[in-house]
T-cell receptor
């Protein structure tokens, strides 16, 4: 079962920052926080992952609290193309570890 | 940018028929996966494959399912005798050591 809790849905205005929260209070010391998204009827797409430090790439930023029990994915300037289901996943970064998807957060970007 | 490809994009079959779903993983990847997503439900892990053998499989992956890497590029999922409840999107994924999994666009399987 998924070890994370996410709100089922969120709205964000186009051009604004989208902040997606995730709780993972039972995370283990060797587990990373991963974020994937799934645009309607497409395959899941990797966004970002981190262990304990904040991370940033061309798609998003990941802010992990100091106790690692929660995190926030930030899409700095949301566009309509960011409308998708966003999955927060905790897992050990093994080479061939399966991904267990939860229900995620359905993000609606409003024009 | 390299990507995982899957064929066909949509497969319609009759109950009891065999289907083979095909995937071409990213060329330097060594670990391969199949997932499925029934309409409106979560993405579910089916099987992982490494070094020409199954690494792990879920309860869904019963004797009706099999996987194969017949050559250096393709990775296939076979369902021997399809059931109505096998109707779903099937996603292939691949990765290499310490790199995130890349997913294909999926094959929509409809069993009538």
């Amino acid at each position: 079962d998924a070890k994370t809790t996410q709100p089922p849905s969120m709205d964000c205005a186009e051009g604004r920052a989208a902040n997606l929260p995730c709780n993972h209070s039972t995370i283990s010391g060797n587990e990373y926080v991963y974020w994937y998204r799934q645009i309607h009827s497409q395959g899941p797409q990797y966004i970002i992952h981190g262990l304990k430090n904040n991370e940033t790439n061309e798609m998003a930023s990941l802010i992990i609290t100091e106790d690692r029990k929660s995190s926030t994915l930030i899409l700095p300037h949301a566009t309509l193309r960011d409308t998708a289901v966003y999955y927060c996943i905790v897992r050990v970064a093994n080479r061939d570890d399966k991904i267990i998807f939860g229900k995620g957060t359905r993000l609606h970007i409003l024009p | 940018e390299p990507e995982v490809t899957q064929t066909p994009s949509h497969q319609v079959t009759q109950m009891g028929q065999e289907v083979i779903l095909r995937c071409v993983p990213i060329s330097n990847h060594l670990y391969f996966y199949w997932y499925r997503q029934i309409l409106g439900q979560k993405v579910e892990f089916l099987v992982s494959f490494y070094n020409n053998e199954i690494s792990e499989k879920s309860e869904i992956f019963d004797d009706q399912f099999s996987v194969e890497r017949p050559d250096g590029s393709n990775f296939t999922l076979k369902i021997r005798s399809t059931k109505l409840e096998d109707s779903a999107m099937y996603f292939c994924a691949s990765n290499r050591e310490r790199v995130e999994q890349y997913f294909g666009p999926g094959t929509r399987l409809t069993v009538t």
